[in-house]
């Protein structure tokens, strides 16, 4: 069973890498992605159920938080049947979306700028070192440089640090970061097509 | 063009250095993270806790889709090397489809380790389908659920921050890399070690997977060489007026 499915694996993911470099294969290629964009879809359900088992669980062992558990499990079966009932496009699927969905994200919203802010604070005591400094002071130096002054830009800083730190320094070592990553990427897909790696369970 | 001959020679690359046999084992340079990391395997093992890897909201359908495999390809080591802990590693994911390989891969790191009756189905677990969804559900696994040490290893972008808190809150050890620059600028600031653009990717090798993590490397290496001369050929044809 392990062999077979790294058969498939492997044979998949090098029919739809050719597909990129032969034409004759692009067909099977599209195909291929549609059957993986169908398994993603399914894969949701399975991800609801098992987040519905692991807070069901936590609710029958009255563990810690148990509370919370139920809240999320009822929101969830009531969010899921009203709108398999009422279809989407309801308003009071609008409503649910637009008065709990986007105000909860964007309440996490407000807590990462204060979860930054506390993390810039205690920079210095985390790592005291001259690549901290660095860090902190490219980003006050940026602030200062965009931030709206009541007499205009701050002299050198914004018309001239600013965008050099910017468009010179920045994006430079944005585009090694990426290179980095990206070769990273390369040789952890090629270990996967020739199977070194399986994700997909064999040993 | 360019893309399939860059391919032909990684390929070559890497299956001819996964199949060398190396005299002398491979000098890796030092980077704390992984350092801590691999103390932090043995200390959870001893102290009966919890180990807790995150692998992001990468989706395997896109071009996160590599960090993921790098945070799955950890996330085996992990669960094979902690196999004789008392408690067993919990996982979570904010992609449904990565939150099942992640499954398989937990069962499958626990099979090779001669230890099935490890695996509990709800050890791996999809907290949420939003980046921010995704952080909230996974913010209280280190605050219910003795968890000694947070490994975030995959897509993560500012929502991070609020997973790096909460590890601080609980006074829990936190080693975190992503593929995405704002997750890797917050990781950065917030945590003692965060790793930094390709060495998300050099986990295995650091923790002794096998040949082909090794040769990945070398092979990663190679290529950053030939980009450099690429650069430097490209600029100095650019300077002379030939290109």
């Keep these: 069973m392990r062999v077979l499915t790294a058969v498939i694996a492997i044979a998949a993911g090098s029919l739809i890498l050719g597909g990129y470099f032969l034409p004759a294969l692009a067909d099977v290629q599209t195909l291929l992605l549609n059957w993986a964009i169908i398994l993603a879809g399914v894969a949701v359900l399975v991800g609801i159920s098992n987040l519905i088992s692991v807070h069901t669980d936590k609710i029958s062992r009255r563990e810690k938080g148990s509370a919370y558990s139920a809240l999320l499990v ?75 002054m009541p007499l205009g830009d701050i002299p050198l800083i914004g018309t001239l640090l600013r965008p050099w730190v910017t468009q010179i320094l920045a994006l430079g070592g ?30 | ?36 990391l691999y103390r932090t395997l043995g200390l959870s093992v001893e102290d009966g806790t919890r180990l807790h890897v995150s692998l992001g909201s990468g989706s ?30 919990v996982a979570s994911a904010g992609n449904p489809p990565l939150g099942l390989l992640m499954q398989d891969t937990l069962q499958a790191g626990y099979q090779a380790a001669g230890a099935d009756e490890l695996y509990i189905p709800t ?20 605050k219910n659920e003795d968890v000694s040490a947070n490994i975030l290893v995959g897509h993560f972008s500012s929502e991070v921050a609020l997973l ?27 945590t003692q070690d965060a790793l930094i653009g390709e060495e998300l990717f050099a986990a295995g090798a650091y923790l002794n997977a096998d040949d082909s993590h090794t040769a990945s490397l070398t092979v990663q290496d190679i290529l950053r060489w030939l980009v450099i001369v690429a650069l430097l050929v490209g600029a100095f044809a650019k300077f002379a007026g030939i290109i």
């Design chain 1, 74 to 148: 009822i929101g969830l079966v009531a969010t899921l049947s009203f709108g398999m009932i009422l279809r989407p496009h309801h308003s009071t699927m609008k409503i649910v979306m637009n008065g709990i969905i986007i105000p909860a994200e964007a309440s996490l919203m407000g807590v990462l700028t204060i979860s930054l802010l506390y993390a810039a604070i205690r920079l210095l005591r985390r790592r005291a070192d001259l690549m901290g400094i660095i860090f902190l002071s490219t980003a006050a130096l940026l602030l200062f440089g965009s931030a709206t």
């Design chain 1, 174 to 203: 944005a585009r090694g970061i990426l290179i980095g990553v990206a070769l990273g990427t390369l040789t952890t897909g090629l270990r996967v097509l020739f199977g070194a790696d399986r994700p997909y369970g064999g040993n």
């Design chain 2, 1 to 36: 063009m360019t893309s399939l001959v860059v391919l032909i020679i990684s390929s070559a690359l890497l299956l001819g250095i996964t199949l060398w046999k190396r005299k002398s084992p491979a000098m890796l340079r030092e980077i704390p993270a992984f350092t801590r």
């Design chain 2, 60 to 89: 395997l359908l896109d071009t996160s889709g590599g960090s993921a495999l790098a945070g799955l390809a950890m996330l085996r080591i992990i669960a094979e090397r902690t196999s004789d802990s008392d408690k067993p590693v």
């Design chain 2, 123 to 142: 050890m791996g677990r999809v907290t949420g389908l939003t980046p921010f969804g995704y952080a909230a559900g996974a913010m209280h696994i280190s």
């Design chain 2, 164 to 190: 790096a808190e909460a590890s601080d809150r609980e006074n829990v050890i936190m080693i975190g890399a992503s593929d995405n620059l704002t997750g890797q600028a917050v990781l950065f600031a917030s």
